[in-house]
């Protein structure tokens, strides 16, 4: 039985290259219910896990801070998810946890079955948070699908074209100079393509579109995940040409689609310049600034 339930010939054909919503059945298997999610939080090495808060301005992605759940339960985690202001980030729990390994398995099975597209690099996510909580403003290198299996968020995909990202934007963002966070003007939001999330949906758009979520008045529950094709993994190294031909050598190149020459080159060079050091990552760490409080769920203490 298939996990999505409206894969159509169209939908085969534009998957991973356009704007995409579909129907799914994960929300109604058990190890997304409450104990199955308790479950996950218990598991999950707790080193990994990403605990943040935010503000309420879209506008304001500075806002975005990190914290520490320390040795809370996952029933506890759960219950400071339901009461609090925060956004839970279980990142690659496929390489964590057995039956996300099955699951991830099985999902893009059955996509390279549909679509006939070869994927790797997956990372399946789950992602758990508080009612009204946001993600602001931000593009992924992989490619990305977010599933919905509790709750409602609402979810806007931007183009991938100025003003909504500029080439030099992009390039820093994949040769790891900045976040994958940046400026937001919310008269964007007359451009975009606005998913309404419920159990049961899914929405996968265009590799490096920026996009940004918000929560419904009510605990969510999402799977994300990201992966490559070769034409992905394609696209992000011409990206990453493209940035050291703009320090390197003072050019304004363009990004090419497909494997022409040009691109083929641009991903050679790519490569070189990556072992050879040309370009040093200056990754944006967030420090640990708050808490959870495991006696007083939602509540924040100063780290």
């Known amino acids: 039985m298939s996990?999505?339930?409206?894969?159509?010939?169209?939908?085969?054909?534009?998957?991973?290259?356009?704007?995409?919503?579909?129907?799914?059945?994960?929300?109604?298997?058990?190890?997304?219910?409450?104990?199955?999610?308790?479950?996950?939080?218990?598991?999950?090495?707790?080193?990994?896990?990403?605990?943040?808060?935010?503000?309420?301005?879209?506008?304001?992605?500075?806002?975005?801070?990190?914290?520490?759940?320390?040795?809370?339960?996952?029933?506890?985690?759960?219950?400071?998810?339901?009461?609090?202001?925060i956004w839970l980030n279980l990142r690659a729990a496929n390489a964590c946890l057995p039956e996300y390994a099955a699951l991830g398995e099985e999902i893009f099975a059955e996509k390279q079955a549909q679509s006939g597209r070869k994927t790797f690099k997956h990372d399946l996510g789950m992602l758990i948070s508080s009612a009204n909580a946001q993600v602001f403003y931000h593009l992924d290198v992989p490619l990305v699908s977010l599933w919905q299996l509790r709750g409602r968020k609402r979810v806007w995909v931007y183009p991938v074209e100025a003003p909504y990202v500029g080439q030099e934007t992009l390039e820093r963002i994949v040769l790891k100079e900045t976040a994958e966070q940046f400026t937001f003007d919310p008269a964007w939001d007359k451009g975009a393509e606005v998913y309404d999330l419920t159990p049961g949906a899914m929405v996968t758009w265009a590799q490096n579109a920026p996009h940004r979520i918000e929560n419904g008045p009510m605990l969510n529950v999402s799977l994300s995940i990201e992966f490559m094709t070769p034409a992905a993994l394609m696209r992000a190294n011409v990206i990453y040409a493209n940035g050291v031909l703009r320090r390197r050598a003072g050019l304004h190149p363009k990004v090419q689609d497909g494997f022409g020459p040009v691109g083929l080159g641009k991903v050679a060079l790519a490569r070189a310049a990556k072992a050879l050091k040309l370009q040093t990552p200056r990754e944006r760490v967030l420090p640990v600034t708050f808490q959870l409080d495991a006696g007083r769920p939602g509540t924040l203490l100063p780290a």
Do not use: C
Not at 34 to 51: F, I, Q, T
């Open 3 to 85: 996990i999505i339930t409206d894969w159509t010939p169209e939908k085969a054909r534009a998957f991973t290259r356009s704007n995409l919503s579909f129907r799914h059945g994960l929300h109604e298997r058990p190890m997304f219910d409450e104990a199955g999610l308790e479950e996950l939080l218990d598991r999950y090495p707790r080193e990994k896990l990403g605990v943040f808060t935010m503000g309420e301005d879209p506008v304001a992605w500075t806002t975005w801070r990190k914290g520490s759940a320390g040795a809370m339960t996952g029933s506890r985690l759960l219950e400071a998810a339901q009461a609090g202001r």
